[in-house]
């Protein structure tokens, strides 16, 4: 078993930024794969960034290229999720997941957080 507990979400203008923290506990985290999703009222959840265990590869949705950063310190067991210039659709609650594969379907994803709010005001 993998725990994941999210921070750092909050109520921001349109522009501004925030940072998001997942802490892990349980099983050695450094043998996951994480990934940052995004679900929105009335939408499907999507994947926001993913990582590998090292931090070689990384993917990005293309709606938030340029402006998220997906990082991991697996010293600490924690995964950030640095978003800048945001906007109001980047309105949503914010979840990390653990996967021992990199990927971006949620489907893969074995470990979940409670999920944080993000909400951008215009």
């Known amino acids: 078993q993998v725990q994941l507990v999210e921070s750092g979400g909050g109520l921001v203008q349109a522009g501004g930024s925030l940072r998001l923290s997942c802490a892990a506990s349980g099983r050695t985290y450094s043998n996951y794969a994480m990934g940052w999703f995004r679900q929105a009222p009335g939408k499907e959840r999507e994947v926001v960034a993913a990582i590998s265990r090292t931090g070689g590869r990384i993917y990005y949705a293309d709606s938030v290229k340029g402006r998220f950063t997906i990082s991991r310190d697996n010293a600490k067991n924690t995964v950030y999720l640095q978003m800048n210039s945001l906007k109001p659709e980047d309105t949503a609650i914010y979840y990390c997941?653990?996967?021992?594969?990199?990927?971006?379907?949620?489907?893969?994803?074995?470990?979940w957080g409670q999920g944080t709010q993000v909400t951008v005001s215009s």
């Open positions: 997941a653990a996967s021992p594969i990199t990927g971006t379907r949620a489907a893969q994803y074995d470990y």
